[in-house]
């Protein structure tokens, strides 16, 4: 409404228990004069500006923008930094926020007659790698600090519009594009990228030609040797055109090949962006409510339940919104990333579920480049470890309240959550994360057999004294466990994942007052009975083995006293059956596989210090 003919409120409102909070739009004038004056106003915040804002400018003050960050950003990269290798649609590395992190002899083809350059019609590649980089400049160009960069950029085009492979090539032709970026940096770790996947996902989990190339790459040449690699896959977009598709198409659309990898860190996407411009589309609302599902995200929920579970990560992806009936996708509900066409549009809106993989390959970026001693699979793990489900994925319910049932859905559609870089990179007094990286045999010939070989029992250096004096103080233990396995993509059976991964690992906490004996003996009898879907009660996991089993990364809550918590102290990792042993004639039986076991205790007593307890037991290596 008008108020005076002066000043514009917006219609909608937010209402909290001592508070209202409204949009307003006035001179500074007409502020001074006005709103000031009132005993009613509690504070005035400037509004976050939408993507919108950007791509509305003209191209000077979009370049102003534009110049302004790259001012602020510090580049503090070095010959052997960090490097997220973009396989996409090219990359015009022109733009004044990519040059200086892309160098042009980091870019390739694997087709040299078709250049290095973005030839996407509307450009995405470089929208891939400004984002990769910058995150959503939505937010970083309206922060006035200084921002430091320490990973660089690789760009190999593996795709042209008018150019397309056959089908049965993808696998063949990623294999040559990531040969082609280690040739060019040979020594440097790398972040493997692609939002490039099929148009559909008829194979519903099952190993592809394609995934299993990307599971072979993610492995490397040899089970414990450095040559593995983190590939952050998008899961493939659901195309939404009518208000009544969603959520149910996003149900039914099955995640894209190749994103099905047991090795991959696929993305889905979920969105926070909510705000449309009144002025251009009076009426509009936001398709779905923040921090729900957005409606580029496929699921899993179609897929048998021997196959991983996908996506892992969710992040943000942007939304549609609802006016007149029908769907708009206007700016203001995606991010914002750099434009192909930089001289005439620097600033260009992005998203779906490729912004959201391009978000979660600059996270695995920047905790490379922090702890450069972690494995590909540390840091997939603890990625995967620091995520969460908000209230609108858990329908504002707690996890424990869900059923196994509702617990794979959840799983299937938002994977374990949204991402936590600050939770992964660092920890609290009141929290606690140990990691351990090992290696482990998991079979040996014994004979003409092949049998199960090594387990491997962690002991914990819980605070013990601390946890003990907290009692009935409630404290919650979360657990991921992340390897890589090798794919055997020639038998046709695939009714059970063990005739395509190599191995599988498992993880058992000792139960309260058990003896490491009869610890040792239970783990030894449920890994005989996995396949009969054998389990054990007693250590009282919130999600439990059958639902969190799948793939090759698993993850699980417990919470109780913090009492109970410090007697159980160990850990137990375990193999579990896979072609190594049942094809003993490729002769895989004495391999060796690594693992990234990631544990910790929350406290919500923030008086509490677990963190130093335990420097005065262990050697911190990281």
């Not at 072609?579 to 004639?585: A, D």
Request: glycine fraction near 6%; hydrophobic fraction near 35%.
């Amino acid at each position: 409404m008008l108020v005076d003919n002066i000043i514009v409120v917006a219609e909608r409102r937010l209402l909290f228990p001592e508070h209202i909070v409204r949009m307003v739009r006035c001179t500074a004038r007409e502020l001074s004069t006005t709103i000031l004056y009132s005993d009613k106003l509690a504070e005035l915040r400037k509004p976050k500006e939408a993507a919108n804002f950007f791509t509305g400018l003209d191209n000077a003050d979009a370049n102003d923008w534009v110049q302004d960050l790259r001012n602020r950003t510090i580049n503090r990269t070095t010959d052997d930094s960090v490097i997220i290798c973009i396989l996409d649609t090219g990359v015009n590395r022109g733009h004044p926020l990519l040059e200086d992190f892309l160098p042009e002899r980091n870019m390739d083809s694997v087709n040299p007659e078709w250049g290095n350059a973005d030839t996407d019609r509307h450009g995405h590649g470089t929208p891939m790698a400004g984002t990769s980089l910058y995150g959503d400049l939505t937010d970083i160009l309206q922060d006035a600090s200084n921002i430091e960069i320490f990973h660089r950029l690789e760009s190999i085009k593996l795709i042209h519009p008018n150019n397309p492979h056959q089908p049965e090539l993808y696998g063949a032709v990623t294999e040559e594009a990531i040969a082609r970026a280690t040739i060019l940096n040979p020594v440097n770790k790398r972040i493997l990228t692609m939002a490039v996947t099929a148009t559909d996902g008829r194979d519903k989990g099952k190993p592809s030609s394609w995934s299993s190339s990307i599971d072979k790459i993610a492995f490397g040449e040899a089970g414990t040797t450095n040559d593995k690699s983190l590939f952050c896959i998008s899961s493939g977009n659901t195309d939404i055109n009518h208000v009544s598709e969603y959520p149910q198409k996003n149900i039914e659309e099955s995640i894209h090949d190749p994103a099905q990898a047991f090795n991959a860190l696929t993305i889905g996407s979920i969105t926070h962006k909510t705000v449309i411009d009144q002025a251009q589309f009076r009426g509009a609302t936001p398709l779905v409510q923040a921090g729900g599902m957005s409606p580029s995200n496929s699921t899993s929920l179609s897929w048998e339940n021997n196959w991983a579970l996908k996506p892992e990560l969710v992040l943000e992806g942007g939304n549609y919104g609802i006016h007149n009936d029908g769907i708009i996708d206007p700016d203001s509900l995606r991010l914002l990333s750099i434009g192909k066409n930089f001289r005439t549009e620097p600033l260009h809106s992005f998203g779906d579920t490729s912004g959201a993989t391009a978000l979660a390959s600059r996270y695995a970026a920047m905790l490379t480049s922090q702890y450069p001693m972690l494995w590909p699979e540390t840091i997939k793990g603890l990625l995967v470890h620091s995520a969460d489900w908000n209230s609108e994925m858990l329908a504002n319910r707690n996890i424990e309240e869900l059923n196994n049932p509702e617990q794979r859905d959840l799983l299937r559609t938002y994977g374990y959550g949204m991402p936590d870089f600050q939770k992964a990179v660092r920890s609290a007094n009141n929290s606690l994360t140990l990691i351990a990286q090992e290696s482990l045999s998991p079979f040996v010939l014994d004979g003409s057999t092949v049998k199960t070989n090594e387990m491997h029992l962690h002991s914990l250096p819980w605070p013990t004294e601390v946890l003990t004096a907290l009692f009935d103080s409630e404290v919650t233990l979360t657990a991921t466990l992340c390897y890589f396995i090798e794919p055997n993509p020639g038998n046709k059976q695939y009714s059970k994942s063990y005739y395509y991964q190599s191995h599988g690992l498992r993880f058992k906490m000792i139960d309260s007052g058990e003896s490491i004996e009869h610890f040792r003996e239970r783990v030894n009898r449920e890994a005989r009975m996995e396949d009969q879907g054998g389990t054990y009660s007693g250590e009282s996991w919130i999600i439990g083995n059958k639902v969190r089993d799948k793939g090759s990364t698993h993850k699980d809550i417990w919470k109780g006293t913090a009492a109970d918590l410090a007697t159980r102290n160990t850990v137990a990792i375990f193999p579990v059956n896979g072609w190594w042993r049942t094809r003993k004639k490729l002769l895989r039986y004495n391999n060796s596989v690594r693992y990234s076991l990631i544990l910790s205790i929350d406290s919500s007593n923030n008086d509490i210090d677990l963190y130093n307890p335990v420097l005065n037991q262990i050697d911190i290596l990281i």
